[in-house]
């Protein structure tokens, strides 16, 4: 749906559906020792415990429906195979199928190599070349590649994993321009900084939704080191207003701040994973905060 929601007690699983997700979706990105290193991750975090060997493959299997310009739906399908003692993990195969049409988009065995869709035939994949990444990534600047799987990368390319999230993060300044928060919310400050006139009045309004009126402005500043940007909230009271910077900022305003920027992502069109949003914020504020989220579809 536009907008799902995973409920469930604690060690349940719902962390682990979006991490798997967050993988799939990385994996059109980087190589898939980036996507270890980047949680601290080492290979053995994420093979099967219900298998002894630390030699058994993973399969993720991912269908994707695109509306543009016609509906088509695409199954895409990966093995890998975990090496713990090297700590590494290894393309055994891949394909990407329009189930619509039958059409095999992407076709790779490690052993027998393979092809991909080109718009004016197939493109060859060489037998017996270690790829550690999706093929995805190694065609996503190719000329001459189907388009749908261009749509298909991009779709992933612009799903963003915002579930390591953690307010010791937004408090820190950032510099230059950012097009999100970054997964865990470094990059707020500079998100906000660069908003356009109507995003910062979405922003504002999305707020006061939420927390009512006790805040009157959320801006920016640079402090201490040149081009480095911190948050700055004002809190309204009756003899005026007062500014905060973000080291005294509360966690569950600050994540209600990066919540609310969330919301102001403009995408063409991707996945957003977002983990225990009633963290830390109060449950007063807790159904305001996802009509905010839902808005965005």
């Known amino acids: 749906q536009p907008m799902t929601v995973i409920v469930g007690n604690n060690a349940t699983g719902k962390s682990s559906i979006l991490q798997a997700i967050d993988f799939v979706c990385g994996c059109v990105k980087d190589d898939f020792s980036v996507l270890l290193e980047r949680r601290g991750w080492t290979v053995d975090n994420i093979r099967s415990r219900f298998i002894r060997t630390g030699t058994a493959r993973i399969t993720f299997g991912v269908e994707v429906m695109l509306d543009e310009p016609a509906t088509k739906t695409l199954r895409w399908t990966m093995v890998l195979q975990p090496n713990v003692a090297k700590n590494q993990l290894h393309l055994v195969s891949e394909e990407v199928v329009d189930l619509d049409t039958k059409d095999k988009l992407v076709k790779?065995?490690?052993?027998?190599?393979?092809?991909?869709?080109?718009?004016?035939?197939?493109?060859?994949?060489?037998p017996n070349f270690v790829i550690t990444s999706s093929c995805l990534k190694v065609i996503q600047h190719l000329n001459g590649v189907d388009e749908r799987l261009n749509k298909l990368i991009d779709f992933f390319e612009n799903s963003e994993s915002f579930e390591m999230l953690t307010p010791d993060n937004m408090r820190l300044s950032s510099r230059g321009v950012a097009k999100n928060i970054g997964e865990k919310g470094k990059n707020l400050p500079s998100f906000i900084k660069q908003m356009s006139a109507e995003q910062k009045s979405n922003f504002i309004s999305k707020l006061k939704r939420i927390l009512g009126s006790r805040i009157s402005d959320v801006s920016t500043s640079v402090k201490e080191k040149p081009g480095w940007t911190q948050v700055n909230i004002k809190e309204h009271y009756d003899t005026g207003d007062i500014?905060?910077?973000s080291k005294e900022i509360s966690d569950g305003i600050l994540r209600v701040l990066a919540f609310i920027a969330i919301s102001e992502i403009e995408p063409?069109?991707?996945?957003?994973?977002?983990?225990?949003?009633?963290?830390?914020?109060n449950s007063d504020y807790?159904?305001?905060?996802?009509?905010?989220?839902?808005?965005?579809?």
């Open 108 to 126: 790779y065995r490690a052993s027998a190599g393979g092809c991909i869709k080109g718009k004016n035939g197939e493109l060859s994949i060489m």
């Open 243 to 245: 500014e905060f910077s």
């Open 268 to 281: 063409a069109n991707a996945i957003f994973l977002l983990d225990e949003v009633e963290n830390g914020i």
């Open 286 to 297: 807790a159904e305001a905060l996802l009509d905010v989220l839902s808005g965005m579809y």
